[in-house]
């Protein structure tokens, strides 16, 4: 079993920047994909950005690349989105989701793929 929990949202002018981090729990954080979603009012939830257990792949969604980056620091259990200029359309809730992945099989962007959730951390910017 593995807990997310969220933290570094808030409110922020466009342009600006912020750091999500998501911490976990459990002595094998290594062994998951972690990815990043988010669900804007009215919307369906979507892909942000994923990175492997390891570290040594990423992927983002067309409209956060170049400003989005995701991270993770195994020997802390957390990943961060650090994310820049942001655009009022980037307001929305934002999730951690891990994905069990120790042989590095299950690398996905799929939000059906993922085994495990955080409670979401809002994000607001304002234009």
């Known amino acids: 079993q593995v807990q997310l929990v969220e933290s570094g949202g808030g409110l922020v002018q466009a342009g600006g920047s912020l750091r999500l981090s998501c911490a976990a729990s459990?002595?094998?954080?290594?062994?998951?994909?972690m990815g990043w979603f988010r669900q804007a009012p009215g919307k369906e939830r979507e892909f942000v950005a994923i990175?492997?257990?390891?570290?040594?792949?990423?992927n983002y969604a067309d409209s956060v690349k170049g400003r989005f980056t995701i991270s993770r620091d195994n020997a802390k259990n957390t990943a961060y989105l650090q994310m820049n200029s942001l655009e009022p359309e980037d307001t929305a809730v934002y999730y951690c989701?891990?994905?069990?992945?120790?042989?590095?099989?299950?690398?996905?962007?799929?939000?059906?793929?993922?085994?495990?959730w955080g409670q979401g951390t809002q994000v607001t910017v304002s234009s």
């Open positions: 989701a891990a994905n069990y992945d120790p042989w590095g099989t299950r690398y996905s962007n799929t939000e059906g793929h993922y085994d495990y």
């Open positions: 459990g002595r094998t954080f290594g062994n998951y994909g």
């Open positions: 990175i492997s257990g390891s570290g040594g792949r990423t």
